[in-house]
């Protein structure tokens, strides 16, 4: 099994974090689709390798953490114990002989060690940086987990009716639509994740 993550940083939107279940004499077929990081695929050949994935993989599972769960999770927990928490629900709803994740701690060792405690699974669990470039099941993943994200994006510009970008602080057309949004309706909109300090300064300056 693989997992990885799609949207921890954004300031707009979702996490999401997906896990895909490969037989292992599989993993070749990946590789020969072209399986890779999906943040080095244009947005079509995600679409289009995510179908693929999706009939190779013996199961998968993709668990959304919105941005009100974000906001509450932060008021008792750091982020890197959100990201323990998520991957863990990932691995109770899947099973493998053993997980490999794009690990969401800088000590990937210690990543690996709390989701295998947190989620009491029986499978060997071990966690890399760059995963997703080194290992083709947790590429896949990441295809999942972005193409999921990248779909809710597209969700929220068309219920809010305007351009929101990549959803990401470093994003100008973000900080665009949250500060067009604050200034119309003098509160940040409920997609943000109100507890981000770049949501913070921007309802500061007007409100």
């Known amino acids: 099994m693989g ?31 072209g399986v890779k990081d999906s943040k080095l695929l244009a947005p079509a050949r995600r679409e289009a390798l995510a179908i693929r994935i999706e009939k190779i993989a013996l199961d998968r599972y993709v668990l959304e953490v919105r941005p009100e769960v974000i906001d509450e999770l932060r008021k008792i927990m750091s982020m890197n114990e959100i990201m323990v928490r998520s991957f863990s629900k990932v691995l109770e709803n899947l099973s493998a002989d053993r997980a490999i994740l794009d690990a969401a701690d800088v000590k990937a060792e210690r990543f690996a060690r709390r989701v295998k405690e947190v989620s009491k699974t029986s499978m060997e669990v071990v966690a890399e940086h760059r995963a997703d470039r080194n290992h083709p099941v947790v590429a896949a993943a990441s295809i999942l987990a972005k193409v999921r994200r990248d779909l809710s994006v597209r969700e929220i ?32 909109p409920p997609v943000a994740r109100q507890s981000w300090k770049t949501a913070e300064r921007i309802k500061a300056r007007f409100i």
Do not use: C, N, Q
Not at 7 to 27: C, Q, T
Not at 164 to 183: C, H, K, M, N, Q
């Open 157 to 188: 510009e068309k219920a809010v009716g305007r351009e929101i970008g990549s959803g990401y602080p470093s994003d100008p057309a973000t900080i665009r639509f949250l500060e067009s949004w604050v200034g119309e309706h003098g509160d940040l």
């Open 3 to 33: 997992a990885d993550e799609a949207g921890k940083g954004p300031v707009i939107g979702s996490m999401f974090v997906a896990g895909v279940v490969i037989d292992e004499d599989r993993l070749f077929d990946l590789a020969a689709l």
